[in-house]
């Protein structure tokens, strides 16, 4: 998120390089249009809603501490009945962006090693010409608080679905096994 030009169906630049010391709130809503292109981007059958709202505040310096939320309601397929699934999305926010000429915005190395702690912090996200997309950082976040398979309210594969996947299968045909998925 460097680059100034707009990366996302709910891009909103906002200028950080001189943030009040209390910091500044931001909060949008997607209209229809976003919408779509966000149900387009996302392989979604529709999106609902989607809003976010932010606190940037100053943090060392230069940087910038994003906390907040996102939330939205998506209809995708379920993966079972490929009914319409409505789930709704509510992902927390807290990320940390560093000017890209920062030495906080590099990867600790200690001759010539990489030293990354599993418990330790992140290392910062950089932003450029001191603003940053906030309304594509909460489609990061947007994106993976969608489900991977979404069901249906009490869709089941079929218990023996092993066991026909099977006993239909084809040689011939890979896709044989999913005749066995037919809803019934």
Not at 2 to 19: A, I, Y
């Amino acid at each position: 998120m460097t680059d100034n030009t707009p990366v996302s169906p709910v891009s909103h630049f906002v200028t950080v390089s001189k943030l009040p010391g209390k910091g500044l709130m931001v909060k949008a809503e997607a209209d229809a249009q976003q919408r779509a292109n966000l149900a387009r981007a996302h392989g979604l059958h529709r999106v609902e809603h989607f809003a976010y709202d932010l606190h940037l505040s100053p943090w060392k310096g230069r940087g910038v501490r994003i906390r907040g939320d996102v939330g939205a309601v998506v209809v995708q397929p379920c993966t079972v009945t490929l009914e319409p699934v409505r789930t709704e999305i509510d992902e927390a926010i807290e990320t940390v962006f560093v000017p890209d000429d920062s030495r906080l915005a590099r990867p600790q190395i200690v001759e010539g090693e990489l030293i990354v702690s599993p418990d330790g912090d992140d290392v910062p996200e950089t932003f450029s010409h001191g603003r940053i997309d906030i309304g594509a950082l909460a489609e990061e976040f947007f994106e993976l608080a969608i489900p991977l398979y979404p069901r249906a309210e009490g869709a089941q594969l079929p218990d023996d679905l092993d066991n026909a996947a099977t006993d239909n299968a084809d040689p011939q045909n890979p896709f044989a096994v999913l005749s066995a998925l037919k809803p019934h």
